[in-house]
């Protein structure tokens, strides 16, 4: 993203800065609501007849009198009454893991978002894992790339790379791990109470339900092929399991450097990082609406078909009006409630509320934002299936365009245009 200095603002008087912010505000209200949707709306309709008002929430036009579920309408105020700029049909884009099926094993749980939950969501699919203090996510590994981020508590992970040197390393919350297709890998929580991560999967028909793991591949193996793959007895391999584990319940491992040193033997210690610190990397890019870390394959080298942006909207702030050239996008939501409005082709637009435990996605290409609309910091991920994040503004679009030509397409004055961000600012404030 573009960091360099507003210099047309920098040298602008006081009072024309003060124009200039008054501008930059009427023209974002414009933009979210009617520019990248239908341009700009008159009083009087293309034939010349006044347009009716439009429906609000306490008019007869828009009641709804008939059975209906008023917590979900409570949490979706933008479906139940749509915007005026919206129009057409939409795919739908969010799904809440609040009503996705849970999978309950002793020692933990998962529940996913996949292309079967959210037709629109083909490029990339997601996990929600629980694990108790000692609880295993068993020895697996996956056809897709796997991306994570710590929600909650800590958790120790392991691996095995191509060169069959171990890795183990300790995670808490925030912190990444990425592990490649065929990578066998494990899981664990730690105290004091488990943990919570968000998984990411690079193909959107990924499913947790379709892991090679460790204990369902020896239940299906005959036992005199393991006795003479392992060059043990018949009898010892009795008391393996007869099905997977997926996740149980064990004993809170020891200390990481004792783990660190037995499982590296003679060998030695993987080269690769598989784990990301993200606190230890500065911010992208901070402004007075909020914050973005993005996370790529230039910062987290091993991540190499996954680019994160990790975003923070302030109160009445607004991911500015967007798109990204080069992938879909996968969102969750961390914290806070937001609406989104995703723009497509036709002159179709529909809007959708998200809070803590949605998924959005947007297509490739498609111009979106995403406004804080509560009291507390929205805090969401964008995911993409991708080695590099790649993004671009209206506003640097608008700005990096012969003026009279943009003058001539939207009807405002050289002041307004002035006004305009000539960079990119990711965040707006209110």
Do not use: C
């Not at 909020?290 to 080298?301: L, N, P, T």
Request: charged share 20%; net charge negative; no cysteine.
């Amino acid at each position: 993203m573009n960091t360099e200095a507003q210099s047309n603002q920098a040298q602008s008087n006081e009072a024309k800065q003060e124009v200039s912010t008054v501008s930059r505000r009427g023209f974002l209200g414009m933009g979210s609501a009617v520019l990248a949707a239908a341009g700009v709306l008159s009083a009087v309709d293309a034939a010349g007849q006044e347009q009716k008002a439009y429906p609000t929430k306490d008019d007869r036009s828009s009641s709804a009198p008939g059975p209906g579920n008023p917590a979900i309408d409570g949490q979706n105020p933008d479906s139940f009454l749509p915007p005026q700029t919206d129009a057409g049909g939409v795919q739908t884009f969010k799904y809440p893991f609040g009503i996705s099926h849970k999978r309950m094993q002793e020692g933990g749980w998962s529940r996913e978002v996949t292309v079967r939950e959210m037709a629109v969501s083909k490029t990339i699919a997601g996990v929600d894992m629980r694990l108790t203090a000692g609880g295993v996510r068993e020895l697996h590994w996956h056809t897709a790339a796997e991306w994570s981020i710590m929600l909650y508590g800590n958790a120790r992970i392991t691996a095995v790379d191509l060169e069959g040197k171990s890795f183990v390393a300790d995670v808490t919350e925030g912190e990444l791990w990425y592990f490649p297709p065929g990578i066998p890998h494990s899981i664990q929580g730690l105290n004091p109470d488990g943990a919570e991560f968000l998984l990411v999967f690079d193909d959107g028909n990924f499913s947790e339900y379709e892991t090679v793991l460790l204990t369902d591949w020896m239940a299906h193996t005959p036992h005199d092929v393991l006795s003479a793959n392992f060059g043990v007895s018949q009898q010892a391999m009795e008391k393996m399991p007869r099905r997977e584990k997926f996740i149980f319940q064990a004993a809170v491992p020891g200390s990481l450097a004792d783990d660190q040193k037995v499982a590296a033997g003679g060998r030695g210690i993987s080269s690769q990082d598989f784990a990301f610190r993200t606190g230890q990397m500065p911010v992208t890019k901070r402004t007075k609406g909020g914050e973005v870390r993005i996370v790529d394959s230039s910062k987290f080298k091993v991540s190499t078909t996954i680019a994160a942006a990790i975003v923070t909207v302030h109160p009445g702030g607004i991911r500015e009006l967007h798109w990204h050239p080069n992938a879909d996008e996968w969102q969750y939501f961390m914290s806070g409630k937001g609406r989104m409005t995703v723009f497509a082709t036709g002159g179709r637009a529909r809007t959708m509320d998200f809070e803590a435990g949605d998924v959005g996605y947007i297509q490739k290409t498609l111009p979106h934002y995403v406004q804080n609309t509560g009291d507390t910091d929205l805090k969401f991920l964008e995911m993409f299936k991708s080695n590099v994040y790649q993004d671009l503004a209206l506003s640097e679009w608008l700005t990096h365009t012969p003026p009279e030509l943009v003058l001539a397409h939207l009807g405002i004055d050289n002041a307004t245009l002035d006004a305009i961000p000539r960079d990119e600012v990711v965040v707006m404030p209110k």
